[in-house]
């Protein structure tokens, strides 16, 4: 299984962007995906998530009514959209992967597979 994100890049406070990430290796609509994010000294904390079919999504308190997370089994595709975006949305943002899920493990090590990061700088 390989994971690629992608969409990152710089945005002024109330701005929107989009992050996608690209799946492979394995039947896409078997796995739970993840958006975390990690900050400069700070852990890497779930930001939304998945599940396989997309019936099920989970949103941080910190980003809900902002960020929308959504799937396109199709396409092996998660999509990560943000709008109002503050200075502290500023991270390294992460997809994640895990096998068998019927919901959306919320914890970084319940998943099984990473993508290498996509870098958000919001300035104010």
């Known amino acids: 299984v390989q994971l690629q994100a992608s969409g990152g890049g710089w945005v002024q406070a109330g701005g929107s962007l989009t992050v996608s990430c690209a799946f492979s290796?394995?039947?896409?609509?078997?796995?739970?995906v993840g958006w975390f994010r990690q900050a400069p000294g700070r852990e890497r904390a779930v930001v939304a998530a998945?599940?396989?079919?997309?019936?099920?999504?989970y949103y941080a308190d910190s980003v809900k009514g902002r960020f929308t997370i959504s799937r396109n089994n199709a396409q092996n595709m998660v999509y990560l959209q943000m709008n109002s975006l503050k200075p502290e949305d500023t991270a390294v943002y992460y997809c994640?992967?895990?096998?068998?899920?019927?919901?959306?493990?919320?914890?970084?090590?319940?998943?099984?597979?990473w993508g290498q990061g996509t870098e958000v700088t919001v300035s104010s």
């Open positions: 994640a992967a895990v096998p068998g899920s019927s919901d959306y493990p919320l914890q970084a090590d319940e998943y099984d597979y």
């Open positions: 998945i599940s396989r079919r997309g019936e099920y999504t």
């Open positions: 290796g394995r039947p896409f609509n078997a796995y739970a």
